[in-house]
């Protein structure tokens, strides 16, 4: 289906993806990228990336040039904007920024997220969270640091455990803060988080 939601105060979409790839090339029509995707392997992979760029036809209007960093994150060489991508299965989504870069991150509700529990919460959220804490509660914390790690590309995987959320109050969309426990001068973020029966969403327009 097309464009899900379109978060304009903000410059960021999600996408459902229910199209086939045909159909999704034929949306964004843009024979270039066409020609890159015969890279990617996998089914699934090629939808989510032609989502993340019809969700960026979307937002601009137009088709743009996307190039992607040594680290592997997207820019826009000729655009004024910031970037963002992520995808999860069945959907796709982007944001934009004029000045910071931002981050976001989606993820489709499962109970999975409680296996890896200790691998991306810090000892402070491990305490406070019971094992039979909601799913939505560590779904939001998973996103949050994926976003905020988009936010920061120097920072090597697997250093989750060291950004904390601060507690917040669960409801279907609202704030958080996040801080880098090892970087105690820095400035905590403040994220937005949207939750759904399908996924969990969190973005940030930048610190």
């Not at 994926?146 to 279907?172: I, T």
């Amino acid at each position: 289906m097309p464009l899900l939601q379109e978060y304009s105060s903000t410059h960021a979409g999600v996408w459902h993806i229910t199209e086939d790839e045909p159909t999704l090339l034929q949306l964004l029509d843009d024979p270039s990228f066409e020609a890159e995707l015969k890279s990617v392997h996998s089914d699934s992979r090629r939808k989510e990336k032609l989502a993340c760029r019809l969700l960026l036809k979307a937002l601009l209007r137009r088709v743009v040039k996307v190039s992607y960093s040594e680290e592997g994150a997207p820019y826009l060489p000729y655009e004024p904007y910031l970037v963002s991508f992520t995808h999860t299965k069945d959907f796709a989504a982007v944001i934009l920024s004029h000045e910071t870069q931002p981050g976001i991150d989606i993820e489709y509700r499962s109970e999975r997220i409680r296996k890896i529990r200790q691998q991306f919460l810090s000892p402070n959220e491990e305490t406070a969270l019971p094992d039979d804490c909601p799913t939505s509660q560590l779904l939001i914390r998973w996103c949050a640091k994926e976003a905020l790690y988009k936010m920061l590309p120097h920072v090597e995987a697997g250093w989750f455990p060291r950004f904390e959320v601060s507690p917040f109050e669960e409801s279907d969309a609202g704030t958080l803060s996040i801080c880098d426990l090892d970087n105690r001068d820095m400035t905590c973020t403040k994220m937005s988080f949207v939750v759904t029966p399908q996924f969990v969403l969190v973005y940030s327009l930048g610190r």
